[in-house]
């Protein structure tokens, strides 16, 4: 009993309190696993490639032999001849049954083409998949840096603001100390500084809100989620020109147009071969039983060999045959139009990620000497040797460096990120 009071006394303590969910920190993994769990897309593909196992199984249930049965109960309205006699043509009732075995012998290269065919089409359904997850684990992870640089931004808008605060401080001291026309000139433009920092923190944090909202959406998690600076990533190695290479060989949709090649030589087999004979062979058993009893009835069993020839179709193998072939040129086409489409989108990706990269360099040496000014300013002002304009344009340009590094050091990560989407790396790491 004192035990149970205890718990209950805990229990009811004010101190005592559950984790929200919002107290979870979420990590770019965690973001992937969410929205590779629970996107549409990811189960549109994955549905596709159920039914590419079904077609491969459907496709080699043409290699086996059918077995079929057959029964059927006929009434006549009298019995022929109406006097009966030794032969009865005719019976009042008669039943029929049947069991029929069928095995394709040829059927001019048609049922191996479609087999191979479904196998082909299996692979490619498979590489649509992993296509599919990497453009969403792009926009994840775009929408996740993103998020990352709304924080930055939003830490950056209010530092940005306490040093306007602070300006404001000193140039109200001096305003009340020397009632001058330059320092309540000063003061006003220092008021209106403030506030402009004050807009700049509302809308960052408004930009932090869509973000977070965006992120939520692809992943369907809490859109107050708190979310961690990921590993830094690093550039793969290596050339453009290797790089092309790489993309080519890596590239599930590059391997899924060259497998819908295959797919589409093989179907010109197909519409040819449906136009050659086809041969059969064929068994079974035949039971007849009627009432009156006639000379037919029996139990009989057969097999042999049956052959199907074309020979005047109306131009029909020509047509789909032509059909086939021109298919076929399209998707060839498809294919080399896709070869430089992969090409220019590895050199627009590794070209933007040199300038993003330039960009970044620069952007921290312009922080590091816009810190080193605004330090310099802010004590030259404090002093009374530099006017308020200079601590203002100190301020701007070091508020400018920090903005313009926080955007390139996010924007480095996510270019990183597409050179590996446009090579076909992205989400294969181990």
């Given at each position: ?18 984790a ?10 965690d ?13 549109l ?14 496709a ?19 019995v022929l001849p ?7 043509f ?14 394709p ?6 049922t ?8 082909t ?8 998949l ?13 929408a996740?840096?993103t ?15 306490e ?15 020397r ?11 220092a008021n209106?500084?403030?506030?402009q920092?004050?807009?700049a923190v509302?809308?960052s ?9 965006r992120?939520?959406?692809l992943?369907?998690?809490?859109e ?39 797919v ?12 050659h004979p086809q ?13 009156p ?5 029996a ?5 042999g060999?049956?052959?199907?020839v ?5 131009g ?37 990620y ?14 590091e000497d816009?810190?080193?000014?605004f ?7 404090s002093e009374?040797?530099?006017p308020?304009l200079?601590?203002i ?7 400018l ?11 480095q990560?996510v ?16």
């Amino acid at each position: 009993m004192k035990l149970r009071l205890l718990m209950i006394c805990l229990l009811l303590a004010p101190g005592v309190t559950t984790a929200s969910p919002g107290d979870r920190v979420y990590t770019i993994q965690d973001a992937y696993d969410a929205a590779l769990k629970e996107n549409e897309a990811i189960k549109l593909s994955e549905e596709s490639m159920f039914q590419a196992e079904n077609r491969l199984d459907q496709a080699g249930t043409y290699l086996y032999p059918r077995l079929t049965a057959r029964g059927a109960y006929t009434r006549f309205n009298e019995v022929l001849p109406p006097t009966g006699g030794d032969f009865i043509f005719q019976p009042l009732d008669q039943m029929n049954a049947s069991l029929i075995l069928t095995q394709p012998l040829y059927t001019g290269g048609r049922t191996l083409a479609a087999l191979r065919v479904a196998r082909t089409m299996r692979e490619a359904s498979r590489s649509d998949l992993s296509t599919t997850r990497q453009t969403i684990i792009l926009g994840v992870a775009e929408a996740y840096y993103t998020v990352l640089k709304a924080q930055k931004l939003v830490e950056v808008s209010k530092n940005a603001l306490e040093r306007m605060e602070r300006h404001k401080r000193v140039t109200d001291r001096e305003a009340a100390t020397r009632r001058t026309k330059a320092n309540i000139s000063s003061l006003l433009r220092a008021n209106t500084l403030v506030n402009q920092a004050r807009i700049a923190v509302v809308r960052s944090e408004d930009g932090l809100k869509i973000a977070r909202q965006r992120l939520s959406l692809l992943t369907k998690l809490p859109e107050d989620l708190a979310v961690s600076e990921p590993m830094v990533l690093v550039v793969p190695e290596g050339k453009l020109d290797s790089m092309r290479e790489t993309a080519l060989k890596n590239r599930d949709d590059y391997a899924s147009s060259q497998m819908n090649r295959e797919v589409a030589k093989e179907f010109v087999t197909i519409a040819e071969g449906a136009h050659h004979p086809q041969m059969f062979a064929e068994g079974g058993m035949t039971y007849q039983h009627s009432h009156p009893e006639t000379g037919l009835d029996a139990t009989v069993y057969y097999a042999g060999v049956r052959l199907h020839v074309p020979i005047f179709e109306g131009g029909l193998m020509k047509a789909e045959v032509a059909e086939a072939k021109s298919k076929q040129r399209q998707v060839e086409l498809s294919s080399a139009l896709l070869k430089r489409r992969i090409e220019s989108e590895v050199n627009e990706a590794y070209i933007n990620y040199q300038t993003i990269s330039s960009v970044f360099e620069t952007a921290k040496l312009q922080l590091e000497d816009a810190r080193k000014n605004f330090d310099t300013v802010e004590g030259l002002f404090s002093e009374g040797l530099v006017p308020s304009l200079s601590l203002i344009d100190a301020e701007q340009a070091l508020s400018l460096a920090e903005n313009e590094l926080v955007s390139a050091t996010w924007d480095q990560q996510v270019a990183i990120l597409r050179i590996e989407k446009s090579l076909g790396l992205l989400g294969k790491k181990s």
